[in-house]
């Protein structure tokens, strides 16, 4: 029986080896992106060989990034226009609401100045998505001004932008593996190789009755767990992240570095002209930039259902991996505004250099090709999609290792806890 275990963010997650593949286990290239996740889940690890994806599926994500390169070199190239329009459309789309959020707060109309709160944080939303691109030197045609606008972006969302940079190209490097910075389990442990190993017992304590809390949901009805899980991830998934998502975490950053620093008082000064202009404005930007962190987790989502593998090893990621990814979906204000970060997060992994303004066109063109390989996607307004990922994800941390996951050699997938 093999053992393994890895980490979220220091606190370990254990794994506990079931059946193992055989080198002569039959591969099979059947998974079909409109199945039941549940089947795919059970079915994912016949398509590996080894620590491999089959070769039929590694030859399905060159071919489509084949295509897409070619399309990036026209169609898809990232252009001025296109970054101007996506940057006026979030800047405002979060601007706008929130100084209208102020007025009305201040004259005790709370109840106008909410839903503009909410549209500025799914804009933030947005605005988070660019600096990704400029992260990725994908948005602007210039890569010195990709690095010239990340640099004075990513400290109004409260990030360094060179950190931030280079975390997630490592996510890219070793996505789902245990050197992935932007994943739930990054280090091994010994202590983690017991097949009782539980992680609600290995954290601090503070964190532990929100654990149980989130895994208790999962006894609740469908319908009524739906509505809290999304209700208390828009209120709560922010801190989450700040506290353990991978590039937005503070505990993870490198205080040591002076750059660090240097964006931290960037923040700090944005901070103090907001406050100098409306006390009220600065709390209301704060929260719509909570709201904001709390959409960037459904791009964390994408990696983290029962129908991701994870791989318990340093390993580089392939190109295959890219099929490793859900999309995820929740609205279409949401995928508008977001610039279909979340939406087409799949397409983004087989080639990375596709600015978010030509996300849909680029999904479009490679969806036939990539249709028979790619995990299926979640939609988050869906009861059932919604229920997959916080009903799993929450019970993966209470129960034991061997409750929580199935392990075929290097590969772990978190095994369905509830029938939807």
Known sequence: MLLRSASVRGYSFGFNGGTHLSSSASLSVTLVGTQSSPGYGERVFDNLD??????????????????LLEARRAELAPTWSGAARTAAKSLLCTAGPLLAASHF???????????????????????????????????????????????????????????????????????????????????????ARHPDYRTAEHVPFFVVPWLYLGASLSY??????????????????????????????????NWRSARQWASLSGSIALGALLYASSPTLLVLSITALLIGYACIFSVFAGHITPNQIYWLAARRATLADSFNVSDVHFGWLARWLGNGFADHHQTHHISPSIPCYHLDAAGAAVAADVAPFVAPPLDLLKPTHCALLFDNLFLSFTLTTSEAWNIQGDAAVRKIQRAL
């Open 50 to 67: 080894g620590d491999r994806w089959h070769e039929a599926i590694a030859r399905g994500a060159a071919n489509a990034q084949a295509k």
């Open 105 to 191: 707060w201040l004259h005790g109309l709370w109840w106008a100045a909410l839903p503009l709160i909410l549209l500025a944080g799914i804009s933030f939303y947005g605005v988070l998505s660019i600096l990704h691109d400029l992260a990725h030197d994908s948005f602007l045609p210039s890569k010195r001004a990709n690095a010239f606008f990340g640099k004075l972006l990513a400290p109004a969302v409260f990030l360094d932008f060179e950190s931030f940079k280079k975390s997630h190209l490592g996510h890219h490097r070793f996505s789902q593996s245990v050197a992935d910075p932007k994943r739930f389990g990054a280090e091994v442990s010994e202590e």
């Open 220 to 253: 609740l009805p469908l319908r009524v767990r739906h509505v809290l899980y999304l209700v208390g991830s828009m209120m709560f998934m922010g801190l989450v992240l700040l506290a353990f998502g991978g590039d937005f975490s503070l505990p993870g950053r």
